[in-house]
């Protein structure tokens, strides 16, 4: 059974960092898997933040987090990372972790989301 868990949102000031992480069970990070962070702030689509593929470790990030966000993994631990800096209040939103398992009938995965408040 897969399982996603974040767990690392809080309230912080503008210009504060924060590391979210996401622990995975069910599964191993391969060839086949890319994991990614979303977001959904009130009243918005969720959007792709950062993704990361589970073998090569290749990322990609949506460019309004460019050059402040870093998505990392541990391959042993199932976990991934996402270590924010320099956040806006247009960061916050609800963080969610999402696992695709691609294959014959690729399979995708959701954690329950994490809390993030950028406010002074």
């Known amino acids: 059974q897969v399982q996603l868990v974040e767990s690392g949102g809080g309230l912080v000031q503008p210009g504060g960092s924060l590391r979210l992480s996401c622990a995975a069970s069910g599964f191993t990070f391969s060839t086949n898997t890319i994991m990614s962070w979303y977001r959904q702030a009130p009243g918005k689509e969720r959007e792709l933040v950062a993704s990361?593929?589970?073998?090569?470790?290749?990322?990609d990030y949506a460019d309004s987090v460019k050059g402040r966000f870093t998505i990392s993994r541990d391959i042993a631990k199932i976990t991934v990372y996402l270590q924010m800096t320099s956040l806006k209040p247009e960061d916050t939103a609800v963080y969610y972790c999402?696992?695709?398992?691609?294959?014959?009938?690729?399979?995708?995965?959701w954690g329950q989301g994490t809390q993030v408040t950028v406010s002074s």
């Open positions: 990361i593929t589970g073998a090569h470790g290749s990322t």
């Open positions: 999402n696992a695709l398992i691609e294959g014959l009938v690729p399979a995708d995965y």
